[in-house]
């Protein structure tokens, strides 16, 4: 259905098999995967509220909320090379 219209609305992201593995790559080589564990209820309270912010997601969020606690601690900005 790529490129067929769908509830009125026509596909912008490539589908099927071939992209899924063209995107898991891309994943897979430009990010590290961490496992946060929070109280029941936390996420979808943090998602809610990310969302309230105009974060485009939960994991910027988390990852802005991160930076400004390292510089409010440090007084410097977080920074990583890119392995």
Known sequence: MAGQQAE???WTVPR??????AKNKYR???YDRAE??????????MKQIAQEQGYASYNS???EAIKE??????GEELT????
């Open 61 to 63: 969020y988390v990852l």
């Open 16 to 21: 099927g098999a071939a992209a899924t593995a």
């Open 28 to 30: 897979d080589n430009k």
């Open 69 to 74: 606690k390292y510089k409010r601690d440090t």
């Open 36 to 45: 946060l564990a929070v109280p029941k209820g936390f996420k979808a309270r």
């Open 8 to 10: 009125g609305k026509k």
């Open 80 to 83: 990583w090379e890119n392995g």
